[in-house]
C-alpha cells in the first residue's frame, strides 16, 4: 500500500524558514518523480513543485522559484521541501504526491501539513 | 500558463441522479486530464487520469470523457460517498494547473 507521511508545518512569521518532509512507503520511491502541491485556506489546489527520481532534476511554480528548495533523499526515502524567505500567501496545507506511472499527475496523496505565515 | 475552468462551481443533487461536470482548458491539452475528488480536511484521490482512464479501485460510477480543450466527469448514480469537491487537473505542460473546482452536495 502507498503511503505518503508528511511532517515538519508549523507557524512561521514572515521571512522565516521550515523544512517539510514526507516519508514514503509501499512502493519504489527511486523509479517516481515526486510532486509538492498546496492549498491555501478555502482555496483550490495548486502545485508547486516536482523533483525526478534521482533527484537531478527539479522545477517550480514561478512564485516560489529561488525561495523553495525541493530534494529527496533515496536512501530514506524521504521528499523535503525548504521553504525560505516565507510571505503570507504561502499559507497552506502541502500536499507530498507521487507521480503517476503514466507521467504527470499525482496518482497517491498524503494528507499534507499546514504551514501557516504570520507575524 | 494553461488555465483551466470548471463548472459549475456547486451543484445539489439528489442519490440515484446523474451528475456532470465540465472542465476547459484555455487551450488543447490533447487528452492529458486527470479528475480528483477531495473531502474536507483530506488528501486529493485520483479518480480518472488520461482523459478516460479509470484509477484503480475507483467505482466503475464514475467516467470521463473529452479532448482537445473540453472534458466531463460523469457520476452516473450519485451515491451519499459522493459528497466532495472535485477538481480537474492538465498535464500537458508545466507548471501543472488545476481547475477552481466543483463542490457536489447531496440534497
Known amino acids: 500500500e502507498v503511503q505518503l507521511v508528511e511532517s515538519g508545518g508549523g507557524l512561521v512569521q514572515p521571512g522565516g524558514s521550515l523544512r517539510l518532509s514526507c516519508a514514503a512507503s509501499?512502493?519504489?520511491?527511486?523509479?517516481?518523480?515526486m510532486h509538492w502541491v498546496r492549498q491555501a485556506p478555502g482555496k483550490g489546489l495548486a502545485w508547486v513543485s516536482r523533483?525526478?527520481?534521482?533527484?537531478?532534476?527539479?522545477s517550480y511554480i514561478e512564485s516560489v522559484q529561488g525561495r523553495f528548495t525541493i530534494s529527496r533523499d533515496n536512501a530514506k526515502n524521504m521528499l523535503y521541501l525548504q521553504l525560505n524567505s516565507l510571505r503570507a500567501d504561502d499559507t497552506a496545507v502541502y500536499f507530498c504526491?507521487?507521480?503517476?506511472?503514466?507521467?504527470?499527475?499525482?496518482?497517491?496523496w498524503g494528507q499534507g501539513t499546514l504551514v501557516a505565515v504570520s507575524s | 500558463d494553461i488555465q483551466m475552468t470548471q463548472s459549475p462551481s456547486a451543484l445539489s443533487a439528489s442519490v440515484g441522479d446523474r451528475v456532470t461536470i465540465t472542465c476547459r482548458a484555455s487551450?488543447?491539452?490533447?487528452?492529458?486530464l486527470a479528475w480528483y475528488q477531495q473531502k474536507p480536511g483530506k488528501a486529493p484521490k485520483l479518480l480518472i487520469y488520461?482523459?478516460?482512464n479509470l484509477h484503480s479501485g475507483v467505482p466503475s460510477r464514475f467516467s470521463g470523457s473529452g479532448s482537445g480543450t473540453v472534458f466531463t466527469l460523469t457520476i452516473s448514480t450519485l451515491q451519499p460517498d459522493d459528497s466532495a469537491t472535485y477538481y480537474c487537473?492538465?498535464?500537458?505542460?508545466?507548471?501543472?494547473?488545476f481547475g477552481g473546482g466543483t463542490k457536489v452536495e447531496i440534497k
Open positions: 504526491a507521487r507521480d503517476g506511472a503514466d507521467g504527470n499527475y499525482p496518482d497517491y
Open positions: 487551450q488543447s491539452i490533447n487528452s492529458w
Open positions: 523533483v525526478n527520481g534521482i533527484g537531478s532534476r527539479t
Open positions: 487537473q492538465h498535464y500537458k505542460s508545466y507548471p501543472l494547473t
Open positions: 509501499g512502493f519504489t520511491f527511486t523509479n517516481y518523480w
Open positions: 488520461t482523459a478516460s
